[in-house]
């Protein structure tokens, strides 16, 4: 079990500010005192509710990010055409799966984005995500043998060390079998 924190420590301010953002544009009201309110709020929540200490450093790669954004963009456009082709040809059998992918990096952090990402890409569903082994299972689209199934493990492999390279700590870099980089 983790040690406990004061919650004077666990109250982050970027939190405090975004939670009141959202309140103000919830109430559709940016007067002083509805964002002294939203404030008000935002400081309850986080007291009652505390989130919990991201178990990796973060540290953002302006260039890695970059590439890594362009290629989902990629990757999403690319899948939109070929699960559109695949649902309008009427001749054709689908052949779904479900895969298990390990994770090699050990954050919940890298867990989660790997997750969400390939979740926003069509054809595919994040379906559990184990923590404590960090394995995620997913429900692919129109697999047509094992060799698919290894396709697309290879695609989220790849996800993760992209995610790994914009976002993570260099212990976490080196578990994910990608260089650390120097600087940038």
């Known amino acids: 079990m983790s040690p406990v924190q004061p919650r004077h420590k666990l109250l982050q301010l970027p939190v405090l500010i975004w939670l009141t953002l959202v309140w103000l544009m919830l109430w559709r009201d940016f007067t002083l005192g509805n964002a002294v309110v939203g404030f008000l709020v935002a400081l309850v929540v986080c007291l009652v509710f505390p989130l919990p200490r991201l178990g990796m450093q973060l540290r953002i790669r302006p260039i890695p ?22 649902t309008l040809r009427p001749t054709r059998h689908l052949r779904n799966a479900v895969i298990e992918v390990n994770l090699r990096t050990p954050s919940d952090f890298v ?21 404590s082994t960090h394995t995620l299972f997913f429900h692919a689209f129109d ?18 060390r992209r995610v790994v390279r914009a976002f ?17």
């Open 65 to 86: 990010l970059l590439w890594l954004v362009v290629r989902f963009v990629a990757d999403v456009v690319v899948s939109s055409v070929q699960v559109s082709i695949a």
């Open 111 to 131: 867990l989660t984005v790997v997750a969400e990402m390939i979740c926003l890409i069509p054809g595919s569903l994040a379906v559990e995500a184990r923590r």
């Open 143 to 160: 697999v047509k043998d094992m060799a698919g199934v290894e396709q697309f493990r290879q695609r989220v492999l790849d996800q993760e």
């Open 168 to 184: 993570g700590a260099d212990l976490s870099l080196l578990d994910a079998g990608a260089a650390p980089t120097k600087g940038a």
